[in-house]
């Protein structure tokens, strides 16, 4: 007797369940353009597995309810891979549970251990131990309540449509709060302001900082380094404005994932450059601290860490870049983080996940120790097991446990600059 289309349905709902299972359990970065495609199925598995249980789950019922496949062969094949599907989904879940311990090894690690202690006693009430059932319940429900967000503020006073930027502040009001720039991600090329990190924004928002989001030129029409130049302008409008809003010009730090990871350790490690700050170069660009999340450290890939090295090289040189790593090697040395550490830089707090299809954990690395070699300050570094690229945009376990881990170095920095 054949099959009815229905069993055959669900044979093959169940071999996509066990195909994304497989991205979230496994590394890759040697496949090219595959490696977006392994990233986006990995990253969504892998952050939430528990959801994919349950929808599974639900899928199958609903064919049992509603059909007669689990009377025939290839439906019945479906249920054994679903069950190894559920298996390997246990298997993601469990690696994100030490990632607590790990953050706050990290920060003990780097800071010392008594770094909490250093934090005025007001200040670190507010650090949350725990995260709540509610926010991983709800995975996709970023805002929250006690924070005012001013859109869409003009930086430049070109008129470009990408030089604005978005304010987060506590509702209530505040005055001399410490400031977050964010620098949203996307290859350089897509991304807006206010679509990601908004767990940490509305987190510290919510606490008595100003966080401002900004806009910036995107490649293919604007060429390194305008997309610095960017950020570096929205950082001046910031130390210039920010008072007036609330916020403590004098202590402004910088964060952000991806791209914006790599603009945020280029924002820490090349202060004050005149030729980055062209109309602003009176201002002071220094950051007071820099979080990069999963960022790109070296353009050039001139030790060979990335996994598809070559096409990203090329596919740097026709879309962000404007001209050949050959043509002008000093302009890629610029754009490489790893190229311009410097012993003046601010406290960095680097993260990265071991799983990151798109940003090579290994170049994170090297870059954190060439930090180390020669930066003054704190060089704090957390690897997470099993984490993808862009764990942190929705509240994910994973994600919250950054974000507080985030926060109390943030903390710590500022107190340590109130201290000084």
């Known amino acids: 007797m054949h ?25 890759a970065t040697r496949l090219g353009w595959g490696n977006m495609f392994w990233f ?5 598995t892998s952050e939430l597995a528990l959801f994919h249980i349950l929808l599974s789950a639900v899928v199958a019922l609903c064919f049992w309810l509603w059909s007669d496949a689990f009377h025939y062969l290839p439906a019945q094949v479906g249920l054994l891979i679903l069950g190894v599907s559920w298996a390997g989904l246990l298997v993601t879940q469990w690696r994100s549970k030490p990632t607590e311990t790990i953050l706050e090894q990290a920060l003990v690690t780097g800071l010392g251990a008594g770094y909490r202690e250093s934090i005025p006693s007001p ?12 926010e991983l319940a709800l995975p996709f429900n970023l805002r929250g309540p006690g924070v005012e967000w001013l859109k869409d503020i003009a930086y430049a006073d070109d008129g470009h449509e990408r030089h604005v930027l978005d304010i987060y502040r506590p509702s209530g009001g505040c005055a001399g709060a410490p400031v977050l720039l964010q620098i949203h991600g996307g290859g350089w090329v897509v991304g807006n302001k206010h679509e990601q990190a908004l767990p940490l924004v509305y987190h510290l ?25 960017d950020c570096k302008r929205a950082f001046a ?13 004098s202590f402004i730090a910088v964060t952000g994932g991806s791209a914006g990871g790599h ?3 280029l924002m820490g490690l090349t202060a004050n450059e005149p030729r980055l700050q062209p109309g602003f170069e009176s201002v002071d660009t220094r950051a007071a601290a820099c979080v990069p999340f999963y960022g790109v450290y070296d353009f050039v890939d001139r030790h060979g860490l990335k996994g598809s090295g070559a096409a990203m090289v090329e596919w740097l040189e026709k879309t962000v870049m404007p001209c050949s790593p050959q043509t002008d090697p000093t302009l890629w040395d610029l754009a490489s983080p790893i190229e311009q550490v410097r012993a003046d830089a601010p406290p960095f707090f680097v993260l990265h996940g071991t799983h990151d299809s798109l940003a090579s954990v290994e170049e994170a690395r090297l870059f954190v120790q ?26 994910s376990a994973r994600a919250m446990y950054s974000v507080h881990a985030v926060t109390r170095f943030l903390e ?8 000084d």
């Open 3 to 27: 099959a009815p289309t229905s069993s055959w349905i669900f044979l093959s709902l169940a071999l996509l369940g066990l195909l994304m299972t497989v991205t979230g359990l496994a590394k």
């Open 40 to 44: 986006l199925s990995g990253w969504l």
């Open 123 to 134: 200040r670190r009430s507010l650090l949350r131990q725990t995260v709540p059932f509610g």
């Open 205 to 229: 928002a919510a606490r008595g900082w100003i966080v401002v989001t900004a806009n910036y030129r995107l490649s293919p029409k604007a060429r390194f380094p305008d997309h610095l130049v």
């Open 237 to 249: 409008w910031v130390r210039e404005n920010i008072a007036t809003h609330g916020g403590d010009p």
């Open 263 to 265: 603009l945020t350790a």
């Open 370 to 395: 060439r930090l180390r070699s020669v930066s003054r300050n704190a060089v704090v570094y957390a690897e997470l097991p099993g984490a993808q690229h862009a764990w942190e945009i929705f509240r």
């Open 412 to 419: 710590w920095v500022h107190a340590s600059r109130a201290r």
